[in-house]
């Protein structure tokens, strides 16, 4: 059954999709990791088309780009407008939170702090840092958050972000984690408004929690990272993107949809990209 259907929602849920780690390039033939990161980015969307749609909104948690292309941002613009659907875009370690800012500045498809849409509150944050694979916290706009959370009470609130806020038990991932997480951490633990996080970053499925609220991963648009792993290792599963259904009543419902099968030319002794 469709996750969006009438027989599953209520009209006051907000539907959402994540997707992550797109890895585009500024040419659509580049390929990493074996992977045509385009096409396998596209195939992935019309997957969403055919089973959870259609949303609300669409949440993409960083590395829009592997390069930080122009070219890349555009051809990603172009896609995401066919879709007639809003869309919010955040940046990853591989992206250039300025381009972004300069490129995604104009619906359909924009990169701003936050969002209000019926009663909940939706905070992107970038956690990308200069010439570091992983991710910080810039503690102003922490404060800023905080600002938000405590001015909207009445609202609910899921942080999207790209980089993970506690390990995923992979130790060559968890050093590229958010380094400076405790401010955000905090605001998670005594704010009884937010009600989750999202983030990319770790190219595989991952649940867990942060006092009570519960954190989402997703699985990356191209290839996955073996979950539980001392040092880099491929997947051999296949690409996916993530629905959410936001409730009235702050409660969040959930799952992973991937295709069929992982891409062909998925190159697993790969040491790294």
């Known amino acids: 059954m469709n996750a969006f259907s009438p027989d599953s929602s209520s009209d006051s849920d907000i539907k959402i999709l994540q997707i992550s780690d797109m890895h585009l390039f500024a040419s659509s033939e580049e390929q990493l990791v074996g992977v045509n990161t385009e096409q396998s980015f596209l195939s992935v969307l019309e997957l969403a088309q055919q089973e959870s749609w259609p949303p609300d909104l669409i949440f993409l948690t960083g590395d829009l780009s592997q390069d930080a292309s122009e070219e890349s941002y555009s051809r990603l613009i172009k896609h995401l407008t066919a879709l007639n659907i809003p869309c919010y875009v955040l940046p990853g370690n591989h992206d ?8 995604f500045s104009q619906q359909p498809v924009t990169y701003q702090p936050f969002l209000h849409h019926g009663n909940w509150l939706f905070a992107f944050l970038d956690s990308e840092t200069p010439n570091e694979e992983g991710g910080t916290l810039d503690e102003a706009a922490i404060k800023e958050l905080q600002l938000e959370v405590d001015s909207n009470s009445n609202k609910h609130i899921l942080i999207c972000l790209h980089h993970q806020l506690k390990p995923v038990g992979s130790r060559w991932l968890d050093t590229m984690a958010v380094a400076n997480p405790s401010s955000l951490i905090n605001i998670i633990k005594n704010s009884p408004n937010v009600r989750g996080v999202i983030h990319g970053h770790v190219h595989q499925t991952y649940e867990s929690d942060i006092a009570g609220v519960p954190i ?9 990272f073996k979950p539980l792993c001392n040092d880099f290792a491929v997947d051999n599963i296949a690409p996916g993107y993530r629905w959410l259904r936001l409730q009235a009543n702050g409660n969040i419902q959930t799952d992973v949809v991937r295709l069929d099968k992982a891409p062909e030319n998925l190159d ?6």
């Open 96 to 103: 250039i939170p300025d381009t972004i800012t300069d490129i």
């Open 216 to 224: 989402y991963a997703v699985p990356s648009t191209c290839f996955q």
């Open 268 to 273: 697993q002794n790969s040491a790294g990209y």
